[in-house]
Protein backbone atom coordinates (compact mmCIF):
# COMPACT_ATOMS: atom_id res chain seq x y z
CA UNK A 1 0.00 0.00 0.00
CA UNK A 2 1.66 3.57 -1.08
CA UNK A 3 1.75 5.92 1.55
CA UNK A 4 2.33 9.58 1.48
CA UNK A 5 3.27 12.29 4.28
CA UNK A 6 3.98 15.04 4.04
CA UNK A 7 5.63 17.76 6.55
CA UNK A 8 7.09 21.02 6.86
CA UNK A 9 4.05 23.55 6.87
CA UNK A 10 4.46 26.74 8.92
CA UNK A 11 3.71 30.03 9.43
CA UNK A 12 5.95 32.83 7.58
CA UNK A 13 5.74 36.32 6.70
CA UNK A 14 5.44 37.56 3.05
CA UNK A 15 8.78 37.38 0.95
CA UNK A 16 10.13 34.42 3.17
CA UNK A 17 10.60 30.85 2.50
CA UNK A 18 9.44 27.22 3.26
CA UNK A 19 10.53 23.84 2.14
CA UNK A 20 8.01 20.90 2.25
CA UNK A 21 8.95 17.55 2.07
CA UNK A 22 6.56 14.31 1.26
CA UNK A 23 8.01 10.87 2.13
CA UNK A 24 6.70 8.04 -0.27
CA UNK A 25 6.59 4.57 1.32
CA UNK A 26 5.17 1.69 -0.18
CA UNK A 27 6.38 1.77 -3.78
CA UNK A 28 9.30 0.20 -5.98
CA UNK A 29 8.60 1.03 -9.48
CA UNK A 30 10.30 2.90 -11.63
CA UNK A 31 7.19 4.34 -13.79
CA UNK A 32 5.53 7.62 -11.81
CA UNK A 33 4.53 11.41 -11.44
CA UNK A 34 4.00 13.49 -8.57
CA UNK A 35 2.70 16.35 -7.74
CA UNK A 36 1.95 19.41 -5.36
CA UNK A 37 -1.54 20.41 -4.86
CA UNK A 38 -2.47 23.24 -2.26
CA UNK A 39 -6.40 24.02 -1.49
CA UNK A 40 -7.44 27.20 0.63
CA UNK A 41 -10.61 27.69 2.78
CA UNK A 42 -13.62 28.08 -0.20
CA UNK A 43 -11.83 27.19 -3.02
CA UNK A 44 -11.05 24.28 -5.22
CA UNK A 45 -7.75 22.51 -5.29
CA UNK A 46 -5.21 23.73 -7.37
CA UNK A 47 -2.60 22.11 -9.04
CA UNK A 48 0.66 24.05 -8.34
CA UNK A 49 3.69 21.55 -9.92
CA UNK A 50 4.68 18.38 -11.00
CA UNK A 51 7.72 15.84 -11.79
CA UNK A 52 7.93 12.62 -13.21
CA UNK A 53 10.28 9.53 -13.31
CA UNK A 54 12.60 11.22 -15.41
CA UNK A 55 13.36 14.34 -13.04
CA UNK A 56 11.13 16.70 -15.97
CA UNK A 57 8.84 19.20 -13.79
CA UNK A 58 6.07 21.57 -15.07
CA UNK A 59 4.42 24.51 -13.12
CA UNK A 60 1.39 26.36 -12.19
CA UNK A 61 1.67 30.17 -13.58
CA UNK A 62 1.22 31.24 -10.24
CA UNK A 63 3.75 29.89 -9.06
CA UNK A 64 6.35 29.73 -12.10
CA UNK A 65 9.84 31.39 -10.66
CA UNK A 66 9.08 30.98 -6.76
CA UNK A 67 8.52 27.35 -6.29
CA UNK A 68 10.58 24.35 -7.67
CA UNK A 69 9.66 20.96 -7.24
CA UNK A 70 12.48 18.03 -6.45
CA UNK A 71 12.84 14.55 -5.50
CA UNK A 72 15.66 12.68 -3.74
CA UNK A 73 15.13 8.92 -4.97
CA UNK A 74 17.47 7.74 -2.84
CA UNK A 75 15.16 9.30 -0.06
CA UNK A 76 11.81 8.39 -1.71
CA UNK A 77 11.26 11.82 -0.88
CA UNK A 78 9.51 14.58 -3.18
CA UNK A 79 10.45 18.45 -2.07
CA UNK A 80 8.74 21.75 -3.01
CA UNK A 81 11.04 24.93 -2.37
CA UNK A 82 8.62 28.04 -1.93
CA UNK A 83 10.46 31.05 -2.24
CA UNK A 84 8.74 34.64 -2.19
CA UNK A 85 5.92 33.72 -0.31
CA UNK A 86 2.66 35.75 -0.96
CA UNK A 87 -0.04 36.04 1.32
CA UNK A 88 -2.41 34.00 -1.25
CA UNK A 89 0.24 31.03 -1.40
CA UNK A 90 -1.81 30.61 2.05
CA UNK A 91 -3.25 27.09 1.62
CA UNK A 92 -2.87 23.36 2.78
CA UNK A 93 -0.27 21.70 0.80
CA UNK A 94 -0.99 18.15 -0.49
CA UNK A 95 1.43 15.25 -2.32
CA UNK A 96 -0.23 13.60 -5.13
CA UNK A 97 1.41 10.68 -7.15
CA UNK A 98 0.30 8.22 -9.76
CA UNK A 99 1.70 5.23 -11.16
CA UNK A 100 1.99 4.07 -14.60
CA UNK A 101 -0.77 6.17 -16.93
CA UNK A 102 0.62 8.25 -19.87
CA UNK A 103 -1.45 11.71 -18.76
CA UNK A 104 1.83 13.54 -17.19
CA UNK A 105 2.18 16.77 -17.80
CA UNK A 106 -0.93 17.14 -15.42
CA UNK A 107 -2.27 19.15 -12.42
CA UNK A 108 -5.82 17.81 -13.08
CA UNK A 109 -6.31 16.70 -9.61
CA UNK A 110 -8.33 12.98 -10.57
CA UNK A 111 -5.03 12.05 -12.34
CA UNK A 112 -3.26 11.18 -8.85
CA UNK A 113 -4.40 7.75 -7.05
CA UNK A 114 -2.82 8.71 -3.89
CA UNK A 115 -3.02 11.82 -1.68
CA UNK A 116 -0.86 12.66 1.53
CA UNK A 117 -2.89 14.05 4.33
CA UNK A 118 -1.78 17.90 3.98
CA UNK A 119 0.57 20.08 5.73
CA UNK A 120 -0.25 23.70 6.32
CA UNK A 121 1.06 26.92 4.92
CA UNK A 122 0.44 30.13 6.44
CA UNK A 123 2.07 33.16 4.62
CA UNK A 124 1.12 36.84 6.61
CA UNK A 125 1.37 40.16 5.35
Known amino acids: QVQLVESGGGSVQAGGSLRLSCAVF????????MAWFRQAPGKEREGVAT???????SYADSVKGRFTISQDNAKNTLYLQMNSLKPEDTAMYYC???????????????????WGQGTQVNVSS
Open 51 to 57: INSDGST
Open 96 to 114: AANYGGSWWPTLLPERFGY
Open 26 to 33: GYTGSSYY
